[in-house]
């Protein structure tokens, strides 16, 4: 029989149906069966059915009884038996091994548990043997501390009497003993502290109560020369060493500090120097200058830079041919921070000049350049100003028309600005800006035909792809995440090579109007 109780496997080579896949999976219908018949339990007629649909005739005659298992191993193939015992006796082959390893991991635990027992009496034993060293160590130290107690009070004592009897002997006063144990402290010349100290003074023995004060009170060189730990003689000594110790860690300190003090003063004097020199100042102003205008690069400038900044900081105009210096060569230089002073003072520039002449075209400029600083609110108030009814030019009133739209834009006053820009193309019908701003509107609204519909009739009318573009761009950038896909669902649908920049995770990258002007 086998080592263990028989498995579903076991039985399986008993009958030699090991190849069929359902008689070793549990709960199978033939597995049952075959267990039914392993340990000679009724078959029922629906398991008998099951056999003879499965083909397995021998098993059904077996499990009818009519034939014997001598007999039904008879019947079956010699090959399919030979394989069969093989497996079996191979499986029981595993089986033995797998027994002699677990018997072999039993008795290598039951010898570990055996060392690191006797490792932890052997321990254990080291222990108690420290434990009495150390104890016979103690008793020993304390009967010389005990011995060497007594031998202070001795001497104390016959110093004190030696003392007195010295014919000009004065009776020492608390502060007088305080100085002769070398203790600095305003209790010493007060009780419980003074009384320690002139018993000590005296070689009288002190109460447990009084080495307790010493010991937690935080005297421990005169807790050891109480108990014995210490003479008189080593208890000064150590007094001294420490007195020597401090004061020339005192004197350490001193001049370190001394050191520290001429140093900050080079230093400073170093930096007075520094910062009085003129080129040095320079230097920090063109620095400041420059974080203030988001230059990073402080020490590699171009000559134009520095005069157009400082124009910039004084709120001076910039010429024509500086501003296309920052559009072209100093690109790299034109940070937003630098845009925003630029568009700011051409704006006060406009206004200035509206309050002067009264001229419109100054408000729809001075509003343009608000609008570039990222300030609707001022240009909305700019266009306030201007009265409408005294102007008849349709360009004018397009324009005036086309500019409060693109502000009602930036305050998100989106329908407002659909019906101005309408109004400013009816005035001018063969101008491309009241088409530009619709179409930045509508593509904003979602209204994607339509907003197509307005960039290309823009484009025809003047206005360049490139331009369109850069503001499909912006507003691709500044969508939230489900607009941005539907915006780029739109576009590659329109043109897939024109608008390829949709799949470029760093386009667009600036949101402020001033960004492409």
Not at 187 to 206: E, H, K, M
Not at 391 to 399: C, D, E, G, V
Not at 464 to 478: N, P
Request: include cysteine.
């Amino acid at each position: 029989m086998e080592l263990n109780a028989p498995t579903l496997h076991d039985i399986a080579c008993h009958f030699c149906v090991s190849h069929i896949a359902g008689a070793i999976i549990p709960s199978t219908r033939l597995s049952k069966i075959l267990e039914s018949l392993f340990h000679g339990q009724s078959i029922t007629l629906l398991s008998l059915n099951y056999l003879q649909q499965q083909n397995l005739n021998e098993l059904y005659q077996l499990a009818t009884g009519q034939i014997t298992y001598e007999l039904f191993i008879a019947a079956l193939d010699p090959a399919l038996v030979a394989r069969e015992k093989a497996a079996k006796a191979e499986r029981q082959a595993q089986m033995a091994d797998r027994l002699a390893r677990e018997r072999e991991w039993r008795i290598e635990a039951e010898r570990k548990d055996k060392a690191e027992k006797a490792a932890r009496i052997a321990r254990a034993a080291a222990q108690r043997a420290r434990s009495d060293y150390e104890r016979e160590v103690r008793i020993a130290r304390e009967a010389e501390w005990a011995v060497q107690c007594n031998r202070n009070r001795e001497a104390a004592e016959a110093a004190y009497k030696t003392r007195m009897s010295e014919p000009d002997y004065t009776a020492p006063t608390a502060r007088d003993i305080a100085r002769h144990f070398r203790v600095n402290h305003p209790g010493a010349i007060t009780s419980p502290f003074s009384n320690i100290l002139d018993a000590l003074y005296q070689g009288r023995p002190l109460a447990a109560a009084y080495l307790n004060y010493l010991k937690v009170k935080g005297f421990p060189r005169l807790y050891e020369l109480a108990i014995g730990q210490a003479t008189y003689e080593s208890y000064i000594a150590g007094i001294n060493t420490a007195e020597s110790a401090r004061k020339a860690a005192e004197l350490a300190r001193i001049e370190q500090a001394e050191a520290q003090k001429l140093q900050r003063e080079a230093a400073e004097a170093a930096r007075i120097a520094r910062e009085s020199d003129p080129a040095y100042i320079a230097i920090k102003e063109r620095e400041a200058k420059c974080h203030k205008y988001g230059i990073s690069n402080f020490n590699q400038l171009p000559d134009e830079l520095m005069p157009l900044l400082n124009k910039l900081d004084s709120d001076a105009a910039l010429s024509s041919d500086e501003y296309v210096w920052l559009k072209t060569t100093g690109k790299n230089y034109f940070t937003f921070e630098v845009r925003r002073a630029y568009h700011q003072g051409q704006a006060v520039r406009c206004v200035n000049e509206y309050k002067r002449t009264q001229d419109p075209w100054n408000v729809i400029n001075g509003s343009g350049h608000y609008r570039k600083c990222d300030r609707p609110s001022d240009a909305l108030q700019l266009l306030d100003q201007a009265d409408m009814a005294r102007f008849t030019l349709p360009k004018l009133k397009s324009a005036l028309f086309t500019t409060r739209g693109g502000v009602m834009r930036d305050l998100g006053r989106r329908d407002e600005s659909v019906k101005l820009g309408d109004q400013a193309h009816e005035l001018t019908p063969k101008d491309f800006r009241p088409c530009t701003l619709l179409g930045a509107v509508h593509m904003e609204l979602g209204n994607y035909n339509l907003a197509h519909d307005w960039y290309n009739k823009a484009i025809k009318l003047g206005a360049t792809e490139q331009s369109v573009d850069s503001e499909l761009k912006r507003i691709y950038a500044q969508a939230d995440k489900a607009k941005r896909e539907s915006i780029k669902a739109f576009l590659l649908a329109e043109d897939a090579v024109r608008f390829s920049w949709v799949n470029d995770k760093l386009v667009a990258r600036s949101t402020n109007p001033a960004a492409d002007e």
